[in-house]
């Protein structure tokens, strides 16, 4: 199951660039197309590894084994196995504000929703150790199952996995067997699976689902590029926020501090609050947001 929540860990937004002066000096019907341009700049600058693709690349044959991307939001989009389509990703939150959009084709993808760029390189080897930990499991329970089928008592209608007048100590002994070849298969593949923070990052995900119930709609729950929790405040849910946690909005997160959250980095300006938090202060932060819905 793919992490749902935006992928984005930093890179250049529309939203962001189309608040630059540079695109609010032009006339507003190209704004809209110079911020595109400026993203897919910046992210090809900030993220030279991650592949960016514009608009004007939708004349091109769609890259071969891309199976997802983040678009000009943010959000992430899935391949549609077998096709040449493209599927959003809803993010947490109230279907209401999810919207509509089907699965689109890369060429329409790309003209609607770019630039689009590759999640993190992170991404596809957790997701290759991920699945060749789930073949092991598969394999390892085929092996237990086949030496159980070739036992003395297969093909005469007995149970072949554990015979009922099997001897005792023969019995504990397979099951000991057993016990310890599935331990191990499952040790591994959760030790792939809690690797795997871009597959499924509970403490995001959990987080940005409680700021769209907190109705913090206009914020942005994020695995920032330290691997901590970034969040990003536009002023009036930095206003909502204070007023929830009964703070001063201003330096919002070091007034945080005396609820037990402590950010170990913040940043307040006039368009925006960010400020990175420990993964237990997101957890932290979940429950207070959740604790004041109540």
Same mark, same amino acid.
């Given at each position: 199951?793919?992490?749902?929540?935006?992928?984005?860990? &930093?890179?250049?937004?529309?939203?962001?660039?189309?608040k630059?002066?540079?695109?609010?000096?032009? !006339? !507003?019907?190209?704004?809209?197309?110079?911020?595109?341009?400026?993203?897919?700049?910046?992210?090809?600058?900030?993220?030279? &590894?991650?592949r960016?693709?514009?608009?004007?690349?939708?004349?091109?044959p769609?890259p071969?084994?891309? =199976?997802?991307?983040?678009?000009?939001?943010?959000?992430?989009?899935?391949?549609?196995?077998?096709?040449?389509?493209?599927?959003?990703?809803?993010?947490p939150?109230? +279907?209401?504000?999810q919207?509509?959009?089907?699965?689109l !084709? %890369?060429?329409?993808?790309l003209?609607?929703?770019?630039?689009?760029?590759?999640?993190?390189?992170? %991404?596809?080897?957790?997701?290759?150790?991920?699945m060749?930990?789930?073949?092991?499991?598969?394999?390892?329970?085929?092996?237990?199952?086949?030496?159980?089928?070739?036992?003395?008592?297969? &093909?005469?209608g007995?149970?072949?996995?554990?015979?009922?007048?099997?001897?005792?100590?023969?019995?504990?002994?397979?099951?000991?067997?057993?016990?310890?070849?599935?331990?191990?298969?499952?040790?591994?593949?959760?030790?792939?699976?809690?690797?795997?923070e871009?597959?499924?990052?509970?403490? =995001?995900?959990?987080?940005?689902?409680?700021?769209?119930?907190?109705?913090?709609s206009?914020?942005?729950?994020?695995?920032?590029?330290?691997?901590?929790v970034? =969040?990003?405040?536009?002023?009036?849910? +930095?206003d909502?926020?204070a007023g929830?946690?009964?703070?001063?909005?201003?330096?919002l997160?070091?007034?945080?501090?005396h609820?037990?959250?402590?950010?170990? &980095?913040?940043?307040?300006g006039?368009?925006?609050t960010t400020?990175h938090?420990?993964?237990?202060?997101?957890r932290?932060l979940t429950k207070?947001?959740?604790?004041?819905?109540?």
């Open positions: 199951m793919l992490n749902t929540t935006r992928l984005s860990d &930093g890179l250049p937004t529309l939203e962001e660039a189309a630059y002066r540079v695109v609010l000096e032009l !006339p !507003p019907n190209q704004r809209d197309a110079a911020a595109r341009v400026l993203v897919a700049r910046q992210r090809r600058e900030q993220a030279p &590894g991650r960016t693709w514009e608009a004007k690349d939708a004349l091109l769609p071969d084994g891309l =199976i997802a991307v983040l678009d000009s939001k943010g959000d992430l989009w899935r391949s549609v196995p077998g096709t040449d389509e493209w599927r959003h990703v809803p993010r939150g109230p +279907a209401s504000n919207g509509t959009t089907g699965p !084709p %890369w060429r329409e993808f003209q609607t929703h770019a630039p689009a760029s590759e999640p993190p390189d992170e %991404w596809a080897q957790q997701r290759t150790d991920v060749d930990s789930l073949r092991a499991a598969r394999e390892e329970l085929n092996r237990l199952l086949a030496d159980a089928a070739d036992g003395p008592r297969a &093909g005469t007995a149970p072949s996995v554990a015979e009922t007048d099997e001897d005792d100590d023969d019995l504990l002994d397979r099951a000991k067997r057993w016990a310890a070849h599935l331990t191990g298969a499952a040790d591994r593949l959760h030790a792939a699976v809690n690797a795997a871009l597959l499924h990052d509970e403490v =995001i995900t959990e987080l940005a689902r409680a700021f769209s119930d907190a109705r913090l206009e914020s942005r729950v994020t695995r920032g590029p330290n691997g901590g970034s =969040i990003r405040l536009s002023p009036s849910d +930095a909502l926020l929830m946690m009964a703070v001063s909005a201003t330096l997160p070091m007034n945080l501090q609820v037990g959250l402590k950010p170990h &980095g913040w940043f307040s006039p368009r925006s400020m938090l420990s993964d237990d202060g997101g932290l207070l947001l959740r604790g004041h819905r109540s």
